[in-house]
């Protein structure tokens, strides 16, 4: 098995990533991987899981969907992502 794969299944046996979750697909990519974890909003409930109350959950944004937008570049507006 790929260690991207293998990572994959210990974050869901860490209750970080649901059963069903789509980098468990067999078409499934590295880049999926990569992608849900970009944002850093799992890795930061990776650590609580973990270690209970290192992060305060109140101080980040846990809506995952809504950082990638905001960090995301979009060309056709004008506008560029928060990290530019």
Same mark, same amino acid.
């Given at each position: 098995? !790929?260690?991207? #794969?293998?990572?994959? /299944?210990?974050?869901?046996?860490? $209750?970080?990533?649901?059963v069903n979750h #789509?980098?468990?697909?067999?078409?499934?990519?590295?880049?999926?991987?990569?992608?849900t974890l970009r944002?850093?909003?799992? /890795?930061?409930?990776?650590?609580?899981?973990? #270690?209970?109350?290192?992060?305060?959950?109140?101080?980040?944004? /846990?809506?995952?969907?809504?950082?990638?937008?905001?960090a995301t570049p979009?060309?056709?507006?004008? /506008?560029? $992502?928060?990290? !530019?």
């Amino acid at each position: 098995m !790929e260690p991207w #794969r293998q990572c994959a /299944l210990w974050l869901i046996g860490c $209750g970080v990533l649901p059963v069903n979750h #789509r980098v468990t697909a067999p078409a499934a990519q590295v880049s999926d991987l990569a992608q849900t974890l970009r944002d850093g909003v799992l /890795l930061c409930q990776l650590l609580n899981n973990l #270690r209970a109350r290192t992060i305060d959950l109140k101080q980040i944004n /846990l809506r995952p969907q809504m950082s990638q937008v905001l960090a995301t570049p979009m060309p056709s507006s004008g /506008l560029r $992502g928060a990290g !530019e």
